[in-house]
């Protein structure tokens, strides 16, 4: 433009025209220098917000990890208390065993422990856990007995199941019974005597009599008590002490008998 103009070429409308062009030119590729400018900063204000939306993710997963494994030592430590409550009135020899596998059934009848006859296990051996009862007093709760063994697993029958047969004593009564499961996981039993009479809440224990079960292992409450077709006896429906939804781990007793 310079040369042209020095030569004479160029009037002043055309210098003025191409001032205008100059000018929009340069408006032009400052504003798409602008844009591009903004668009550069807010690519990298994207990814800065990205790479700050991982972190919080991740801290969020990391402490709701923490806030699981506080609440898992919560639970663990009041159980563990109550076990080693019920472990102070433990005259027999016992071994732990965690369960590691639930039957067919929906009503946890039978389960598996990962312990054996390497351990010491053997058929009719009974399983029991500790019990809180709404009183405070801990308990020890009839889980079952060992219904097969080999050298590092056994199975175990609750007194959820139909054939699982208990002798019972009422603690009020001192009368003595059979309670028995079912196919529905019903507890229900009856006394010897048929004009024995029994009241909801009533503690049942384990008898001792028979060959299997030691007397005095907390069975369950009665919650319902229900008239046969012979008015001179009584059907009794039992609410066991263990709550098996909630078994994760066994106390096996090694009675000699």
């Not at 994207?46 to 969020?60: A, G, K, P, S, Y």
């Not at 990890?65 to 472990?87: F, G, P």
Request: charged content about 25%.
């Amino acid at each position: 433009m310079i040369g042209l103009s020095s030569i004479g070429r160029v009037d002043d409308v055309n210098l003025g025209f191409l001032g205008s062009v100059v000018s929009g030119l340069q408006k032009l590729t400052f504003n798409t220098g602008q844009t591009l400018t903004s668009s550069f900063y807010s690519v990298q204000e994207i990814v800065r917000m990205r790479e700050e939306n991982i972190m919080l993710t991740d801290t969020v997963h990391e402490l709701k990890e923490q806030v699981r494994l506080l609440e898992n030592i919560v639970n663990k430590s009041d159980a563990l208390k109550t076990e080693y409550e019920m472990k102070k009135n433990l005259s027999y020899d016992y071994t732990v065993g965690q369960v590691i596998a639930l039957d067919d059934s929906n009503w946890f009848s039978r389960f598996t422990i990962d312990k054996g006859t390497d351990d010491g296990l053997k058929v009719n051996d009974i399983v029991i856990s500790a019990v809180e009862t709404d009183k405070g007093v801990v308990q020890i709760g009839l889980v079952g007995i060992v219904a097969e063994t080999s050298s590092n697993w056994s199975k175990v029958i609750t007194v959820l199941d139909e054939s699982c047969k208990i002798s019972f004593r009422d603690i009020d009564s001192d009368e003595s019974g059979i309670v028995q499961g079912s196919i529905d996981g019903t507890v229900t039993g009856y006394f010897f005597n048929s004009k024995a009479v029994a009241n909801k809440d009533e503690f049942l224990v384990t008898s001792g009599i028979g060959e299997v079960y030691v007397p005095d292992i907390y069975i369950g409450n009665v919650t319902e008590v229900v008239p046969t077709t012979d008015a001179s006896t009584q059907r009794i429906v039992v609410e066991p002490a263990v709550e098996f939804t909630k078994l994760s781990r066994v106390y096996v007793l090694k009675v000699n008998r």
